[in-house]
């Protein structure tokens, strides 16, 4: 356990609040040892596994939520299972300033189909989107950095907040709650970056969000549509 302890100790002294076991295992602590200190870690609540064989420093400060708020390790969580990724509708709306949306789970989508999973008081949602429309649009362009204390995370640009929000308006508080996030934000998005990337999504979807944004008087943005 000591040997973790230290190995937890130069991870935080280096401004990183998570590991994998193959880490772990590289640093020189044995096999045999490192398995039953990691157990007894998890169920001091010292450490949190969000995914098999990765693991999260809890800092004492956030024991009682169970671990650190995900934008803080949710780049380095899908790096390790080498899935892209974007942090998207409630929360990336909140983001880019709809102050009426209080998001209670952390949404993300993904390429993927992946389970959703509780984490001490955070709930991950994941939404998937297909590979080939997802790596369209998760371009740079479209794409913003949620900064962190200890980082930084993808999230969805306006404009495929927007277009995520419609597409998935059942998991964004509904179509009251996606006209209310047109409303706040919907006069941010680029007209052109909101017609590059309508492209990729279902015809539905950029009907939906047209008519939202023109109900707001979002007028350049609707026209774009």
């Known amino acids: 356990m000591a040997a973790l302890d230290t190995f937890i100790d130069d991870r935080l002294a280096a401004g ?46 956030h024991r009682a939520a169970g671990a650190a708020d995900p934008a803080e390790w949710i780049d380095p969580l899908m790096k390790h ?11 990336a709306a909140a983001f880019h300033g709809a102050s009426h949306q209080a998001s209670m789970v952390f949404q ?6 992946l389970r959703d ?11 998937y989107q297909g590979p080939d429309a997802f790596s369209q649009v998760n371009q ?11 980082g930084f995370a993808t999230v969805a640009g ?8 419609v597409r998935c308006f059942h998991k964004a508080a509904g179509i009251s709650g996606v006209a209310q996030i047109v409303k706040d934000i919907g ?14 999504y279902e015809n539905s979807a950029v009907r939906r969000l047209g008519y939202l944004l023109d109900l707001a008087g979002h007028a350049r943005q609707a026209d774009a549509l």
């Open 16 to 61: 990183r609040g998570w590991f994998s076991r193959d880490e772990a295992v590289a640093s020189g602590i044995a096999l045999s040892t490192l398995s039953p200190a990691l157990t007894r870690a998890v169920a001091k609540g010292k450490l949190a596994s969000p995914r098999h064989g990765f693991y999260l420093i809890v800092r004492p400060e």
């Open 81 to 91: 299972q080498g899935i892209d990724y974007r942090v998207s509708l409630l929360r």
């Open 108 to 113: 993300l989508v993904v390429p993927k189909q």
């Open 117 to 127: 999973f509780d984490l001490g008081r955070h709930r991950l949602q994941f939404l």
């Open 140 to 150: 740079s362009s479209l794409v913003d950095q949620m900064k962190s204390d200890t």
């Open 158 to 165: 306006v404009e495929l907040t927007l277009l995520d929000c």
């Open 187 to 200: 006069a941010k998005a680029s007209p052109r970056l909101l017609q590059k990337a309508a492209g990729a």
